[in-house]
Every structure is written in structure tokens, then in C-alpha cells.
């Protein structure tokens, strides 16, 4: 499953809020049931509530205090549970017989690495957004984005704060979606 983030959201009468995600889904949320007392009472501040907003993680956030999982509103949307979504999500994986792993990593202008991988694939990858946002605004420090290495556990790292997941980092370099990756790595037809 490709990652699920909300990318709009927008208060609306009563506690309702419209929220999209990255994959189109989108609707009107209904959160006068929520079960959390504090979250309800601070709501009740029609301004507190219009104050709703995306936080760098992609998480829906007033205040930095009261947050909701996209996730469980994602699922909300399409009439599910959590665990139900994420059921769902599981039984919609294929087993992976293997995933492809960094082989080399080096820094280039302008924010963009070269990375290479033990498939074969490789390329640059534009990552100037990155010194955009919370924690890697420190890779807006030229010296430390030039210490761009693999990590013993196979990540793009700079510092074991500041780290890429290498499976999301090949999509964006190859364009093949994660769940065909082992079908084609392997040989095996769909």
C-alpha cells in the first residue's frame, strides 16, 4: 500500500471537517462523536476549531496538542475501522520475495543525490524540498547534505535523526509502484 496522507483539509459547520488525500479520496468527517472529553471541549471554540490544519508529518493537528490519525480518518471516509483498513491493506500486499537495497549514495547540487541500487537501477533524485521540512531544515547546512550515506540498516541517512527510507526513494527514482517491485525483481508473473 502506498503511503495515505491527507493533502487538504478544510473546517466546516459544526464539528464537521472536509479532509482529501493523496490518492483522491475525499469527504465531510462528522467529529462530534469523538471520544476524547479535552479534544471535544476545545472544539467548542468555533475559532479553536477552524484553526484545523496538515502538520509536517501529515498528521491533523489544533494547536500542536490535539491530534487525530489520518488513517483512522481515512478509514472513516470509506466506512471502515481501523483494523478493518488495515486488514484490508495486508490482504491487499503481496508476499515480498525481494526488495531492491542502496548501493551507493553520493550528493550533488541544488539538493539532489545520486543513488544507485543492487538491481541495477539508478539516477538522481531531486530532493530540495526536503530542507522545507521539520527536522531536515538542518540539511539546509550544504556540509552536513554532503554527508549523505547508507545507513547500517540500509537507509539514506545523514545523522540517525535525519533519515530516507531507501524503499520509497526507488519508487521515486524508478516510477514502478512498491507492490509490483518483487514480481519484477523476481521473475514471477503476476
Known amino acids: 500500500m502506498d503511503l495515505i496522507l491527507p493533502t487538504n483539509i478544510e473546517p466546516r459547520p459544526g464539528l464537521r471537517i472536509w479532509i482529501e488525500f493523496n490518492d483522491g479520496l475525499s469527504g465531510e468527517i462528522d467529529l462530534s462523536a469523538h471520544t476524547d472529553p479535552e479534544a471535544r471541549r476545545a472544539w467548542a471554540d468555533r475559532q479553536?476549531?477552524?484553526?484545523?490544519?496538515?502538520?509536517?508529518?501529515?498528521?491533523?493537528?489544533?494547536?500542536?496538542?490535539?491530534?487525530?490519525?489520518?488513517?483512522?480518518?481515512?478509514?472513516?471516509?470509506?466506512?471502515?475501522?481501523?483494523?478493518?483498513?488495515?486488514?484490508?491493506?495486508?490482504?491487499?500486499?503481496?508476499?515480498?520475495?525481494?526488495?531492491?537495497?542502496?548501493?551507493?549514495?553520493?550528493?550533488?547540487?541544488?539538493?539532489?543525490?545520486?543513488?544507485?541500487?543492487?538491481?541495477g537501477a539508478s539516477g538522481e533524485i531531486d530532493l530540495s524540498h526536503l530542507p522545507k521540512l521539520g527536522l531536515f531544515q538542518a540539511l539546509q547546512n550544504r556540509h552536513?547534505?554532503?554527508?549523505?550515506?547508507?545507513?547500517?540498516?540500509?537507509?539514506?541517512?545523514?545523522?540517525?535523526?535525519?533519515?530516507?527510507?531507501p524503499d520509497s526513494l526507488y519508487i521515486k527514482l524508478t516510477g514502478i509502484p512498491f507492490s509490483v517491485i518483487p514480481v519484477l525483481a523476481t521473475g514471477i508473473s503476476p
Request: charged share 20%.
Open 48 to 119: 479553536f476549531f477552524e484553526q484545523v490544519r496538515i502538520d509536517e508529518s501529515g498528521e491533523i493537528v489544533w494547536n500542536n496538542h490535539i491530534q487525530l490519525c489520518p488513517e483512522a480518518l481515512y478509514a472513516q471516509l470509506l466506512g471502515l475501522t481501523l483494523d478493518q483498513l488495515e486488514a484490508k491493506w495486508q490482504a491487499d500486499q503481496p508476499e515480498p520475495h525481494y526488495t531492491p537495497n542502496p548501493t551507493h549514495v553520493e550528493p550533488r547540487p541544488h539538493y539532489r543525490i545520486w543513488l544507485q541500487y543492487d538491481d
Open 144 to 165: 552536513l547534505f554532503e554527508q549523505v550515506h547508507i545507513t547500517k540498516s540500509g537507509a539514506i541517512g545523514w545523522s540517525p535523526d535525519l533519515e530516507l527510507c
